[in-house]
């Protein structure tokens, strides 16, 4: 998501928490931000001026021992 959103021709600033060092060189990472901590994320949000916050999940499992199920969700959202 970090390097579609990075393409974007309106060249928005990206910041991810806690990103990882693949994505480093689109976003700025806030390691010590915990993404689950919702309150916190609004509150850095504000102080960095972002005026959009989107969330993604994955979630997978192992089936019948053999086969990996994955399952993404998110929020998109139009930030003008």
């Known amino acids: ?3 579609a959103l990075a393409r974007s021709p309106r060249s928005p600033e990206l910041f991810c928490a806690p990103g990882n060092p693949g994505i480093a060189a689109d976003a700025t ?3 010590d931000l915990d993404p689950c901590d919702v309150p916190e994320v609004v509150e850095q949000a504000r102080k960095l001026g972002a ?3 989107i969330g993604v999940d994955v979630d997978y499992e192992t089936v019948g021992g053999t086969m990996l199920m994955v ?3 998110g929020t998109a959202v139009q930030a003008d």
Do not use: E, F, G, I
């Open 1 to 3: 998501m970090v390097k």
């Open 29 to 31: 990472c806030l390691p």
């Open 51 to 53: 005026n959009a916050v």
């Open 71 to 73: 399952s993404v969700s």
